[in-house]
């Protein structure tokens, strides 16, 4: 059974980096049939993509954010990590971290439970 | 501004079959599979659709999925009062090379 953990501080202050790790159990980040993800959702608001890693270490960001996001894996502790720099107040949000399926092959997608990250000084 | 469009909310009876529509564009809808979450408050989004119609175990047949060019559906028949929840469409965006998301639909069981 697929199980993803979010972890990573829940206060970050304005214009400081923010830092999560997802731990993947159950199955392994250099899997070529997937790719491992980070969503977004702020307080009573939609999904946000934020972006992906494949095993090779190819990376795909969501362009509004491309400019302050990092994503990273680590395959000897099978996790993978996201970096958003200079936050404000709108990067206040829950952060979930995902396997997402190929884009040509489809699939089932797996989601972590969610950590919330608040921006506050 | 979501680059799938939905509706924000949708509402019905028990019993009813109500319909929540995602519109697109050639480049994310138009030639990629659609997905479908669930979502009740508090909690992750689940995955209810993927690759436009296919259920994952467990998900039971009273929802289904549909699509036409550039637009999709999400039907759930049935409907049931534990059916009152957020659900999403989603797609990979060529133009992008992103996933998008629509804005999302409330749906109200009356």
């Known amino acids: 059974q697929l199980q993803l953990q979010e972890s990573g501080p829940g206060l970050v202050k304005p214009s400081e980096t923010l830092s999560l790790t997802c731990t993947v159990s159950?199955?392994?980040?250099?899997?070529?049939?997937?790719?491992w993800g980070w969503i977004r959702q702020p307080p009573g608001k939609g999904l946000e993509w934020i972006g992906n890693i494949y095993y090779s270490g190819s990376t795909y960001y969501n362009p509004s954010l491309k400019s302050r996001v990092t994503i990273s894996a680590d395959t000897s502790k099978n996790q993978f990590s996201l970096k958003v720099t200079s936050v404000t107040a709108a990067d206040t949000a829950v952060y979930y971290c995902a396997r997402q399926p190929m884009i040509i092959r489809g699939g089932e997608d797996s989601w972590g439970q969610g950590t919330l990250v608040t921006v506050s000084s | 501004q979501s680059v799938l469009t939905q509706p924000p909310s949708a509402s019905g009876t028990p019993g009813q079959r109500v319909a929540i529509s995602c519109s697109g564009s050639s480049s994310n809808i138009g030639g990629n599979y659609v997905y479908w979450y669930q979502q009740f408050p508090g909690t992750a989004p689940k995955l209810l659709l993927y690759?436009?119609?296919q259920r994952p175990s467990g998900v039971p047949d009273r929802f289904s999925g549909s699509k036409s060019g550039t637009s999709a559906s999400l039907a759930i028949s049935g409907l049931r009062s534990e059916d009152e929840a957020d659900y999403y469409c989603a797609a990979w965006d060529d133009s992008l090379s992103g996933w998008v998301f629509g804005g999302g639909t409330k749906l109200t069981v009356l």
């Open positions: 159950g199955g392994s980040i250099s899997s070529s049939s997937y790719y």
């Open positions: 690759k436009n119609n």
